[in-house]
């Protein structure tokens, strides 16, 4: 029994109040058990429900700290100091060949029967006499009635909830309650038969391996419940998607569900059971083939670690991308695009949130739609999918967010994520490279006649091979941004129905004109020929109007002459050098799109905010090596570049404000990587093995500039509303 706490009581630990309402129950569950009476049970029999709630209290801490490493060190002394753990029964589950004690009374070889012996429990089954019933008499153990674990709804946990389930429909099986429904029942009748409900097995095995010599072992499950528990437990079999309503029929008329008959299959193969109307049962129904196992904890009931989200999420999304209808194989997807933190867009797979409801209840051992709700909540914390369009919450008949603390999630994950009911999710290229193994190694290649994988770019150039995914780092969402050299809003030959990237871009982009330091020059690529004014004229500055929207950062960053008023206002709040390091990284990023179509001649020095612009990449038809090779090739240029570009704003610390320390940290490690290493390359084509390893710190070094560029872009959000106050005056 936990000691009692008193103003004198040391104060518990951190991270007591978060597992103290289940200790709180185990006490309430204590004192019922210490106040039931024991009339007419013997003087052993009156001490099972109190041994059995000990047990479970101390499997519950144990588990805690040595399974899960959910509480620390000074938690677990302090709760085994108080009372609440057996220290001597949690000893021994640490040694080998004891890890499912039952009590320590069982091994003590003292005061039995037989002496130097243990207790009848500590017997393997294999060395029982058959035909046999043993009880222990400290423990019951192998008494076939046992008092079931509930989780916090009040309900049996997922474990003794299909027991229960199996041992109804196999015992309705064998006499149909009602003879108009062909193998279906009505909702009261199995209430009324779960409210005394029995099952009986009896195996007949041969004796020393003779087989003309048999014998018989009976097993015997029995259930014992009032009726509104049992009304209760059924309700919750419907909610679990084990029974299903049949469709024009009067009254609550229900029948197993595949993922039912799938429990059901699975336990009478696993007990050897072989009768008649079990196999009627499943050889009618439709069963399901295959179903995702849950693995949870025994006590409380909750799914254990983000490894089991991660094998969910693997079967729901499936080996192929699309699929009109859902099976065990997968979800419904549908193909759609998204758009990535730089603005690019990609091609990818997205699914209704309805449909991925349905599918986990219909195709996991998830017990109730909550839980689906939450598995998916995980899935968007982890970065795999996300929703399409912001929904409202208060619009959702649903809203579930979970919370995971830093020290219990992997490096790189967020917080928490929110499942909102009713909204549409797409694929990330996060998740598609953990659904569909994605790798850089073995990089998908198709030509313009193949259709295109998920992830792929939806605007890049055709004509020539497409690299379609990106290469496997933790936040190669934002390499994509320079793959295959995203086009201008004003290209021609988009996909048909496919709306413009500067519609929707939060990001633009951008891309710098090498060679044109000052504003009013004249740039030549290839057979076009532009002044910055001619292609300022095409990019013109929002006329006011009263319908029109308010500019945005993407507007005012896009936009030349916009641009640099910003960075005039931004000069007189003393913040100009945030605009000039966004475009400065910027310009390092439109150099490596250059040199993907091997239009990269030479590094040049100017202002950034005046040099750079929107401007389509230069179209040099059908290069003669793929993008990687051509920048491998073309990596002196780049790493100048750098030098250039990123160099300075790594010795200034006038940004430090608004980038965090750990980003510029992995911004110049990646930094010195890439133009430290010595990476020699011949003017030809090179080989494979030094090309990907030259593309692979490139492009830890254009995710790390992405990020600082992302936190630029959020820095700047905030004069930006200045500006554009500020104008709005001066119009005035």
């Not at 569900?257 to 109307?277: E, N, W, Y």
Request: a negative charge.
């Amino acid at each position: 029994m936990p000691r009692i706490r008193t103003t004198r009581t040391k104060a518990p630990p951190e991270g007591f109040e978060e597992i103290e309402p289940i200790l709180d129950e185990y006490e309430m569950k204590m004192r019922d058990a210490e106040n039931e009476s024991h009339e007419g049970k013997r003087k052993a029999e009156a001490l099972w429900p109190i041994l059995r709630i000990t047990h479970m209290r101390s499997r519950y801490i144990y588990d805690l700290y040595y399974k899960r490493e959910a509480i620390s060190r000074e938690l677990y002394d302090w709760l085994v100091d108080q009372g609440y753990a057996d220290s001597s029964l949690i000893a021994k589950w640490k040694r080998a060949g004891y890890e499912k004690l039952c009590c320590v009374r069982c091994i003590q070889t003292r005061d039995m029967n037989y002496q130097g012996s243990t207790c009848i429990c500590r017997v393997p089954k294999a060395q029982l006499r058959p035909g046999t019933l043993v009880e222990c008499v400290h423990c019951v153990q192998y008494n076939e009635q046992w008092m079931m674990h509930l989780n916090r709804d009040g309900l049996p946990v997922c474990r003794d909830l299909h027991g229960l389930f199996t041992t109804m429909i196999i015992s309705i099986s064998d006499r149909w309650p009602d003879w108009r429904y062909q193998l279906a029942f009505v909702l009261a009748a199995a209430v009324q038969r779960m409210q005394a409900l029995q099952f009986v097995q009896i195996v007949r095995d041969s004796v020393g391996g003779m087989h003309n010599m048999l014998s018989l072992s009976q097993t015997k499950t029995s259930f014992i419940m009032n009726s509104d528990t049992a009304w209760q437990i059924c309700n919750a079999f419907v909610n679990a998607h084990l029974l299903q309503k049949i469709p024009h029929a009067d009254g609550d008329v229900y029948s197993p569900t595949p993922k039912g008959l799938h429990l059901v299959d699975r336990f009478v193969t696993r007990h050897g059971i072989a009768t008649r109307s079990v196999s009627n049962l499943l050889n009618i129904h439709e069963v399901c083939d295959k179903l995702v196992l849950m693995e949870r904890d025994d006590q409380d009931d909750i799914i254990l670690s983000d490894g089991v989200v991660r094998i969910v999420y693997h079967r729901m999304v499936g080996l192929s991308p699309y699929r009109d209808e859902s099976s065990s194989l997968g979800v419904i997807l549908r193909r759609s695009f998204a758009f990535e933190q730089g603005g690019q867009a990609y091609e990818t797979s997205s699914f209704t949130s309805e449909h991925a409801l349905a599918w986990l209840l219909n195709y996991t051992t998830l017990v109730n739609v909550d839980e689906a709700a939450a598995l998916i909540a995980h899935m968007i914390r982890l970065g795999w999918i996300e929703p399409e369009n912001v929904m409202a919450p208060s619009k959702s008949p649903r809203v579930v967010t979970v919370r995971v603390d830093a020290e219990l999630r992997p490096e790189g994950t967020a917080e928490e994520g929110t499942f909102v009911q009713g909204e549409d999710y797409h694929i990330t290229e996060l998740g598609a490279t953990v659904a569909w193994h994605v790798d850089w190694d073995n990089p998908i290649i198709t030509s313009d006649n193949e259709p295109r994988p998920p992830t792929s770019m939806s605007d890049a150039q055709r004509g020539h091979e497409t690299r379609f995914v990106s290469p496997r780092l933790d936040e190669f969402e934002l390499y994509n941004a320079y793959t295959n050299a995203s086009a201008s809003p004003l290209r021609k030959g988009r996909s048909e129905g496919f709306t413009p990237l500067a519609a929707f871009s939060p990001f633009p982009n951008f891309t710098s004109l090498i060679d044109t330091p000052k504003l009013g020059e004249t740039e030549t690529h290839g057979a076009s020929t532009r002044t910055d004014q001619e292609y300022a004229a095409q990019c013109p500055e929002p006329a006011p109007s009263d319908e029109q929207k308010p500019i945005s950062l993407h507007d005012i960053l896009q936009t030349p002459s916009l641009r640099v008023a910003f960075g005039g206002f931004l000069t007189s709040v003393n913040k100009h050098i945030l605009l000039k390091s966004w475009c400065t990284l910027e310009w390092f990023r439109y150099d490596c799109r250059l040199a993907s179509c091997g239009a990269l001649s030479q590094i040049t020095r100017g202002d950034p905010i005046e040099t750079l612009f929107s401007a389509p990449l230069p179209e040099n038809g059908k290069p003669a090596m793929s993008a990687p090779m051509m920048r491998a090739v073309q990596r002196p240029l780049l790493e100048e570049s750098a030098r250039v570009h990123i160099g300075p704003f790594l010795t200034t610390n006038h940004h430090a404000p608004v980038v965090q320390l750990s980003t510029l940290e992995r911004l110049s490690e990646a930094y010195a990587t890439y133009t430290q290493t010595a990476h020699p390359m011949p003017a030809i084509e090179p080989d494979t093995e030094s090309a990907r390893e030259s593309e692979s710190q490139l492009a830890q070094l254009l995710v790390q500039s992405a990020a600082a560029q992302k936190e630029l872009y959020h820095g700047l959000q905030g004069p930006k509303k200045a500006f554009i106050a500020a104008r709005a005056e001066s119009a005035k």
